[in-house]
């Protein structure tokens, strides 16, 4: 059954290629993005797919910016199946190790990676309490996992999306009761400006596997570290 979601940081990397992936496959999707003007690729699956595709203007840094999402989603939706909390930034220089990091850098990826699913989680709650089987989905990182960690570096965004991980721990026995699903998610290493070309996957691929795999979560699973395809991992 076709359902609705809503992702942020869909206008470009592994957000506008699960955009895509759910749009082939019947899906409603409301692509959030910062500047939906600019967004040329997102334009364009709109005229794709007719109906199935609203832009909306939105930065997760910013609570006005998530009200204002929040209110024109309400106005076109009765209800949010998933909410893909995608949009995420990597501060350069990624290596810099204790004596070179800068506590602004540290500062902005906490407002992006971990303040930033929280916020919207939170806004898009209302719509989310309507669905069957309502769904939040943060992406995090393998760079995240603290069994996994075995190198210094990455400060901003490893500590940032650690903590987005105990957070989306902190979510899942908080709507426990009210039968929301939070997990979080490592799309994998993949070619995007981010993880770079060296990257094994290309977007296409990780956002396939992703999709079956938050299509078929349910309260089994909450509270959970999942790879793209569904596997648990470590955290
Ligand atoms: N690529 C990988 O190998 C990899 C691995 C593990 C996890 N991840 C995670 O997967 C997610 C997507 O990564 P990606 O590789 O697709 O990255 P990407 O190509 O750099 O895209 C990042 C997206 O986040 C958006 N964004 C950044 N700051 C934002 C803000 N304040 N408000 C709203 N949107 C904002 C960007 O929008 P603008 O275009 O406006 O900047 C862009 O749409 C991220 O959370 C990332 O940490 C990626």
Redesign the pocket.
Known sequence: MPETFLI????????LSLTQVLLSQGDKVFAA???PQKAGELQALQKKHPGALELVP????SDSSVAAAFKSVSEKTQHLDLVYN?????SQPYNARLEQVELPKMREAFE??TL?PLRVARAFLPLLRKAANPRIVN?????ASLSGKSEGAFYP?GVS?AGLNMLTRTMAFDLRDEKVVVVCL?????K????GPN?PLR?EESALAIAKTIKGLTMKRTSLFLYNDGKELKW
């Open positions: 942020t940081g869909a206008n470009r990397g592994i957000g993005c910062r500047e939105l930065s997760v840094d995608n949009a995420g930034i990597q992006v990676n930033g992406m995090t990182s393998g760079l965004y999306k490592d799309p994998g290493w993949v995007t400006d981010m993880g990257a977007p």
